[in-house]
């Protein structure tokens, strides 16, 4: 029964060719006066040679139909050429040695459209310019972007797998594999089956469609989704399963208006309307009969009448207008109208020949069907001209199988190539039914997306659409799917925790409301009032010998300087200007010079006197000429100059620090030169380890009010706090880098005061009388009084 289903859907073509030329016939304004007929032909799909199967008839009968033609003359001007490239080529080369007008109803082929090798051909379908552009389209809306392709390997499968590339490429869509099949050949399923694809694109003509899907249906593979050009399956090889593979099938044709009537004609034909149709009589016994012999429709009465072609499911007869009915249809007018334009021109021109021969040869129609265009019933251009062809829409398909081989044919959407980019495709996702074993939108894609906060990476050797998916490093987001790279925050934000958003950076700074600033400026407020409260206590002493054997003006000196250090570290609290980051290298640098070097005054003033007992030395000179007291000036000086070159040269500036702490920008006083910070920092470091030597080698000279062990031991712990400071400062950044400058001015500052004051205040308030008159003249108690 397959040759008579085969056949069952052409039958449309030959209800399409009636029907056109019964409407032109009828219609006054084309042809008046005359009528169109037509001779059919029918070839068998076996039929080993094409040219000699032109003259069989229909079904492989050898007689004419009755009432189609009366064979005496042919009166034929154009050829209507069926759906194969075989048939159009093979009779296109013969009838192409008359210029006998051709045209084709099948596929467009771009191998016939050679003006060249078929200048007398034309074909009615449209070319395929938007089929990759369509398909690729709905692949990226459903986000497939891992398919299989199978092409057979004919001129059209080669344009269309080329086309598919490109398109593919340029919209991130990877092949996982590519089979180009040539005709004739079996095709093995294991590629199909082993492939991490749920996405196969099938593009072929319909025979290799069929057979292609009557393998697959023998794997029951529900889970892949095919996607053709093809309008239609095999069911009748498939077995009666609702677990049919094609089941979701996604199939494009090119859309085509309705023509009025049509519909009606389809689902009204039987034979009582054509009564001396044979075949149509033994296909309509074949769906509703019983049996079936050559004898049995032979006549009207032994064929059932009250049957309707609605209960024929629609692989053996489909109602519904077909895109090669559609063409013939077009084909037909085309014909008319040119003949129409040829006897116009030919009303004054006499008959040549008998008078029912032609009054021209069919090839003086081609001027005429090179440049014809109108305008058909259903609205749409027809022209014959490929350059003068609009690029064609195009319908989406889908089967809906039922149980005994039923399957209905659902549109589920549309393609248009003139809407604007973005809304070409058009899809009813809810009229899609999806293969079992989908229980939502199948996906078809090699690595499953990276979602925001990670990026792209791609994995040698393999397609763009095999990647890894790594964390965005930080301070850099993505906020969509699938990004390649990770975008920077920019310096006023910062990346959050999932790394797919910038947020606002708070500013910040080591502010007195800190708990940190707030302790640093309570310590330095509560020292610098200790240290003027020391040197009240000096000052209310003054007279005492403890106070004035060890250089009065000097201890002054240092106590004032004291308290200006621990007051110079509050420039370091508090939000930074321009008038803060200048002053804060002038302060530090000359309190601690003078504080420095006053100890270094003080220590050089001890071994001084000490050393002015010894007869015949310039040490009483250099003492009773005050020379200790220039110690401090020039110290001083010299740590002026350096700040000068730095403030003059690169001087400090506010700066913001959006790497030290996250989500937060630090106000920072940048240092300007590194080199001029670390030039006085040494300068410094070398004039309190010189003080330190010195004052080492006078620990241990007699006296009850020598003071030389006190200060070595405060220049230890100075050089101490310093020497630790470098490497904690270099590794701290932000507001913590300006706590540990702030601790170690104030851990400095208090060692000095601490170990050379604390003593001494110990006698002075609370052994006023260890040290009296009366002790200074009892050297065994307190030992003999050195001059200050």
């Excluded at 009748?236 to 085509?256: N, P, V």
């Excluded at 940048?670 to 004052?695: D, I, Q, R």
């Excluded at 009850?704 to 590794?731: D, I, Q, Y």
Aim: hydrophobic content about 40%.
């Amino acid at each position: 029964h397959h040759c008579l289903w085969s056949n069952g859907k052409n039958y449309q073509l030959v209800l399409a060719l009636v029907f056109a030329i019964e409407e032109i016939n009828r219609n006054p304004h084309i042809l008046p006066n005359m009528s169109l007929g037509f001779d059919l032909y029918t070839i068998p799909d076996n039929e080993s040679n094409v040219l000699e199967s032109f003259f069989f008839w229909l079904l492989g009968l050898e007689k004419v139909i009755p009432n189609y033609t009366c064979r005496r003359e042919s009166k034929s001007v154009a050829v209507l050429l069926g759906a194969t490239r075989k048939t159009s080529s093979q009779t296109g080369l013969l009838l192409e040695l008359y210029k006998f007008p051709q045209i084709t109803f099948g596929p467009f082929d771009h191998a016939l459209s050679d003006p060249g090798q078929f200048p007398s051909l034309y074909q009615m379908a449209p070319r395929d310019t938007s089929l990759a552009l369509c398909m690729v389209s709905l692949l990226l809306h459903f986000h497939w972007t891992w398919v299989g392709l199978l092409i057979s390997e004919d001129q059209k499968g080669i344009q269309i797998l080329s086309d598919l590339k490109r398109e593919m490429e340029q919209n991130g869509v990877c092949a996982a594999f590519v089979k180009v099949i040539p005709e004739d050949t079996e095709f093995s399923l294991h590629l199909i089956i082993e492939s991490s694809a749920n996405v196969i694109i099938i593009y072929s003509d319909t025979n290799f469609v069929e057979e292609l899907l009557f393998a697959i249906g023998q794997y029951f593979m529900t889970w892949k989704v095919w996607v053709t050009n093809s309008r239609w399956q095999d069911v009748s090889k498939m077995k009666h399963l609702i677990l049919d593979s094609s089941h979701g099938m996604l199939m494009f044709s090119h859309y085509h208006g309705e023509i009025p009537g049509f519909t009606e004609l389809t689902s009204t034909v039987n034979p009582s309307k054509f009564p001396e149709d044979i075949y149509l009589a033994r296909l309509w016994h074949f769906c509703f009969g019983s049996s079936y012999s050559k004898r049995d429709c032979q006549t009207l009465e032994n064929c059932p009448q009250n049957a309707s072609w609605e209960w024929v499911p629609e692989y053996v007869f489909d109602m519904s207008l077909r895109e090669e009915s559609y063409n013939i249809y077009n084909a037909v007018y085309a014909v008319a109208h040119t003949l129409h334009e040829m006897l116009l021109q030919l009303v004054d021109t006499p008959k040549m020949g008998n008078e029912e021969g032609l009054l021209f040869s069919p090839w003086q129609l081609h001027p005429i069907l090179k440049k014809l265009k109108f305008e058909n019933i259903a609205g749409e251009q027809v022209t014959l001209d490929e350059k003068m062809k609009l690029e064609t829409e195009y319908v989406i398909h889908s089967f809906w199988n039922f149980p005994e081989g039923l399957s209905y044919i659902v549109k589920v959407g549309n393609f248009s190539p003139y809407a604007p980019h973005g809304q070409q495709l058009s899809l009813q996702e809810d009229l899609i039914e999806w293969s079992i074993g989908f229980t939502q939108t199948p996906r078809s894609v090699c690595t499953e997306t990276c979602g925001p906060g990670f990026r792209k990476s791609p994995q040698e050797g393999k397609a763009a659409c095999c990647f890894n998916c790594h964390p965005c490093p930080e301070n850099e987001i993505s906020n969509e799917t699938d990004m390649d790279q990770c975008v920077k925050c920019p310096d006023h934000q910062y990346a959050n925790t999932e790394r797919n958003q910038c947020l606002q950076r708070s500013v910040t700074f080591l502010a007195y409301q800190d708990p940190l600033g707030m302790a640093l400026a309570c310590t330095a407020v509560c020292l610098s009032v200790l240290t003027s409260a020391v040197l009240g206590v000096f000052v209310r002493h003054q007279h005492t010998p403890i106070v004035k054997a060890n250089n009065r003006a000097l201890s002054y000196i240092l106590l004032i300087s004291l308290t200006f250090c621990f007051l110079c570290s509050l420039l370091f609290i508090g939000p930074p200007n321009t008038a803060t980051c200048t002053l804060q290298p002038i302060a530090f640098g000359l309190v601690f010079t003078v504080a420095v070097s006053t100890v270094l005054a003080k220590t050089v003033t001890v071994i001084l006197a000490f050393k002015v007992t010894a007869p015949g030395r310039r040490m009483r000179r250099l003492l009773v000429s005050g020379a200790p007291n220039f110690i401090i000036p020039s110290c001083s000086l010299i740590q002026l100059t350096l700040c000068g070159v730095w403030l003059g040269t690169s001087p400090p500036f506010v700066d913001s620090d959006t790497h030290s702490e996250h989500g937060h920008i630090i106000i920072t006083c940048n240092k300007g030169s590194v080199t001029a910070f670390y030039c006085g920092l040494g300068y410094l470091g070398s004039l309190a380890l010189g003080t330190f030597m010195v004052a080492f080698l006078a620990r241990n000279l007699p006296d009850t009010f020598n003071e030389a062990k006190f200060l070595t031991f405060s220049m230890l712990v100075f050089c101490s706090v310093w020497l630790t400071f470098l490497p904690v400062h270099h590794s701290t950044k932000g507001k913590v880098m300006v706590a540990v400058e702030v601790f170690s001015i104030l851990a400095s500052s208090a060692g000095l005061l601490g170990c050379i004051f604390a003593p001494k205040c110990y006698v002075i308030l609370l052994k006023p009388h260890s040290c009296s008159l009366h002790g200074f003249r009892d050297r065994t108690l307190c030992g003999s009084n050195k001059p200050s």
